[in-house]
């Protein structure tokens, strides 16, 4: 069953190298992000799993020890999943595991590779990641958080997804009026782990916000029901007009 959970956003400027000289105006939210971090460990889980939103390349499961890169984005970075411990202790590649090479994180997944890298998460700790696509109906992301849910007597979940991306005249989808309430819903939803109206979120309202985290936050929903967990919304801003949300969920 569920025992914790912590949701981050997942724009690529998290990595300061990506971010360059903006990078200082995310420090406080990269704390907040290891903060919940630190309070999934905290949890104990005998299993993590990332989810992300993914394009069709990057959707299905991720195993541990995947590889990704923010090459793309002009920087010499490279993460791996939470890089498995090999029989001699030591830190094993992504090449070792399933017996070969997985597929290349979408970027979701490789910013929260690299937040738990930057939280310094226990790599004995088995950890996956699952890359979601946008379309996923709201019913199915809610059937996918039970089956997750149901993979070890104590699991957690990090959730990376980020809200709207129509709150600013500069944000990626202009400004959009109706960007603020759904944001302040989500918000609301997460610090009161109120899993129903995260289950209810308009997908289709969603998709014309930009809001790339509303199937990742639906499948926390499925996940979260019956878990009657606590929590606790540590950021709600929307820095360059998109809406970030770092929260946590426990016992």
């Known amino acids: 069953m569920l025992i914790a959970a ?54 299905g499961p991720h195993a541990q020890g995947a590889a990704g890169t923010f090459r793309g984005f002009g920087v010499e970075v490279d993460v791996r999943l939470a890089a498995p411990v090999a029989e001699d202790g030591t830190s094993g590649g992504g090449d070792a595991v399933g017996g070969g ?10 910013v ?4 738990l890298e930057h939280a310094g998460w226990d790599p004995a700790v088995p950890v996956e990641g699952l890359g979601v696509g946008e379309p996923l109906a709201a019913e199915r992301c809610i059937e996918v958080g039970r089956e997750l849910a ?23 989808g202009y ?51 019956g878990a009657r967990l606590k929590g606790e919304l540590r950021y709600d801003e929307a820095p360059y007009g998109v809406g970030y949300f770092v929260a946590s969920w426990s016992s």
């Open 6 to 59: 912590a949701v981050c956003p997942c724009p690529p400027l998290l990595v300061p190298e990506v971010a360059a000289g903006a990078a200082p105006e995310l420090d406080g939210l990269r704390a907040e992000c290891v903060e919940v971090i630190h309070a999934l460990a905290a949890a104990r889980p005998e299993r993590l799993i990332v989810v992300g939103p993914a394009d069709r390349a990057g959707r």
């Open 101 to 110: 090479s997985p597929r290349s994180l979408p970027t979701s997944l490789a």
């Open 112 to 115: 929260g590779a690299w937040l």
């Open 150 to 172: 149901g993979r070890a007597e104590r699991v957690a979940l990090l959730v990376m997804g980020d809200g709207t991306a129509c709150r600013t005249l500069k944000a990626p």
């Open 175 to 225: 400004l959009d009026e109706r960007a603020a309430p759904f944001d302040a819903e989500v918000a609301r939803a997460l610090a009161a782990a109120d899993t129903g109206a995260l289950a209810a979120l308009d997908e289709e309202l969603a998709y014309e916000l930009k809001a790339a985290g509303r199937a990742p936050l639906q499948v926390l929903a499925g996940a979260g029901e």
